[in-house]
């Protein structure tokens, strides 16, 4: 079984800069979820996909965006990069049905540096 | 909106039990989940209970839920070494179709010999 996967390890933009970061989900997972986690605190809910349609979305402006593709993997695109999107940047894949649905997995995350 | 606490810090010694603590406000929690994040690394998930349970025990792990004072906690048996790491506690509330876990601050765990 394979895990989650996020490419790249480590990025480095300038502000104003748009950034696209990815996600392999776990074999079998049909569901994935975004996270930015700031230094010294929990994750935040960005977004989820499922059917490659956004169908939840937590507290962040439109210039994050995000796809999905038909084999579940997924894209994080953020736009106009700001200082405070320094962040380290995590995928969490899950089923949307079933018993185990309620499991999300995280990938090592992306860590994601504006200057 | 949705709030998860945890204490910033826990010191115990090798071998003495762990227990991290947590509350939480969002009445409409499904399930309740602790996650471990080492150095550098992504989110393990640990274990996590469903909301109508008041326990669950997983090897070392036993987690107890207080639903009437949203209160979660994690206690780790004959903590070792390699338990040290920071700990999640985390809420998951179902949005329409979507799950969303909202996140405490984490609690780091340092084990001393």
């Known amino acids: 079984e394979t895990g989650v996967t996020q490419s790249p390890t480590h990025l480095i933009k300038t502000r104003g800069q748009q950034v696209t970061l990815r996600c392999s989900s776990q074999?079998?997972?049909?569901?994935v979820s975004w996270y930015q986690q700031a230094l010294g605190q929990g994750p935040q809910f960005i977004f989820q996909?499922?059917?490659?349609?956004?169908?939840g979305r937590g507290n962040f402006p439109p210039r994050f965006s995000g796809l999905q593709f038909p084999n579940y993997s997924s894209e994080l695109n953020v736009n106009a990069l700001e200082l405070d999107d320094s962040a380290l940047y995590l995928c969490?894949?899950?089923?949307?049905?079933?018993?185990?649905?309620?499991?999300?997995?995280f990938g090592p995350g992306t860590r994601l540096t504006v200057t | 909106g949705e709030d998860v606490e945890q204490s910033l810090f826990l010191s115990v010694r090798e071998g003495d039990s762990s227990v991290i603590n947590c509350t939480y406000t969002?009445?409409?929690?499904?399930?309740l989940y602790w996650y471990k994040q080492e150095p550098g690394a992504g989110l393990q998930l640990l274990t996590y209970?469903?909301?109508?349970?008041d326990m669950k025990q997983d090897q070392r792990l036993t987690v107890l839920l207080n639903k009437k004072d949203k209160h979660l906690s994690l206690r780790i048996a004959d903590t070792q070494t390699g338990d040290s790491a920071i700990y999640f506690c985390?809420?998951?509330?179902?949005?329409?179709?979507?799950?969303?876990?909202?996140f405490g601050s984490g609690t780091q765990l340092t084990v001393l010999p």
């Open positions: 985390a809420d998951g509330v179902s949005s329409g179709s979507a799950r969303q876990l909202t």
């Open positions: 969002d009445s409409s929690s499904t399930y």
């Open positions: 969490a894949s899950s089923l949307f049905e079933g018993s185990a649905a309620y499991e999300q997995y």
């Open positions: 074999s079998g997972h049909n569901t």
């Open positions: 996909y499922y059917r490659e349609e956004e169908n």
């Open positions: 209970i469903f909301s109508n349970m």
